[in-house]
Nanobody, 120 residues
Framework: QVQLVESGGGLVQAGGSLKLSCVVS????????MVWFRQAPGKEREFVAG????????RYADSVEGRFTISRDNAENTIYLHMNSLKPEDTGIYHC?????????????WGQGTQVSVSS
């Protein structure tokens, strides 16, 4: 069974940066496309960024394009989310998930999430 564990969240001032990590258990990590989602208080979970199995393709929500960068290290079974120029509206719980194929919108395994709080 695949398990995902996020880390790296915290409290940061607007304009600051954070780097989130998601470690995935199991020896089949390189076969998964991966995504980041976030959920703000009182709102639905929303897509943030996605990356293909070998990092050849990435995609981003319009709200984070140009500020966030998704990457992965298949040797370390880890994906990352580099977040720059953070805004208060980026506040939320950030979850990573496996995606059945890149861009399919089918997510099979989720992590528990890491809290990101951006103060104004």
């Amino acid at each position: 069974q695949v398990q995902l564990v996020e880390s790296g969240g915290g409290l940061v001032q607007a304009g600051g940066s954070l780097k989130l990590s998601c470690v995935v258990s199991g020896r089949t990590f390189s076969t998964y496309a991966m995504v980041w989602f976030r959920q703000a208080p009182g709102k639905e979970r929303e897509f943030v960024a996605g990356i293909s199995r070998r990092s050849l393709r990435t995609r981003y929500a319009d709200s984070v394009e140009g500020r966030f960068t998704i990457s992965r290290d298949n040797a370390e079974n880890t994906i990352y989310l580099h977040m720059n120029s953070l805004k208060p509206e980026d506040t939320g719980i950030y979850h990573c998930a496996t995606e059945r194929t890149y861009g399919s919108g089918q997510y099979d395994a989720w992590g528990q999430g890491t809290q990101v709080s951006v103060s104004s």
